[in-house]
């Protein structure tokens, strides 16, 4: 068994960088955006003003830095508590274009691997008795 020495003094250099910061940033006024964006639309829905009522900031703790964002109006926290806008908003877990699957190739291993073990299309045994 291998034991790893975590730095820890350079895990918490890393999470309180500048560059972590201006990420958390980022993505803190994208979400707030999208959210903000949703808000609008069902203030217009239900023909009231439109008003902006998410905000975020990033603060730092002891050992990182962290991203917050809340609904900061009456409308907003309703808004939020009906529709978790922050949630379904934050762009985390986005991937890029992913290619169609090829469904032969499974079709194909799959084949290999009951003619290695002596099954037929059924998936039932083969005995080779009349070879």
């Not at 910061?21 to 803190?28: E, I």
Request: with cysteine.
């Amino acid at each position: 068994m291998v034991r790893i020495a975590w730095n820890i003094d350079e895990f918490e250099r890393i999470r309180k960088s500048e560059g972590m910061k201006a990420h958390l940033n980022a993505l803190g006024a994208e979400t707030v955006t999208r959210c903000n964006a949703d808000l609008h639309a069902a203030q217009a829905r239900r023909k009231q003003p439109e008003a902006d009522g998410y905000e975020h900031k990033v603060t730092e703790g002891s050992s990182r830095a962290r991203l917050i964002i809340a609904a900061t109006t009456a409308r907003a926290m309703a808004h939020e508590a009906v529709n978790n806008a922050i949630l379904k908003n934050l762009p985390i877990g986005e991937l890029p274009e992913i290619p169609a699957a090829n469904r032969e190739i499974p079709q194909e291993l799959a084949r290999r691997s009951d003619a290695a073990r002596n099954l037929d299309a059924q998936g039932n045994r083969i005995h080779r008795l009349d070879s």
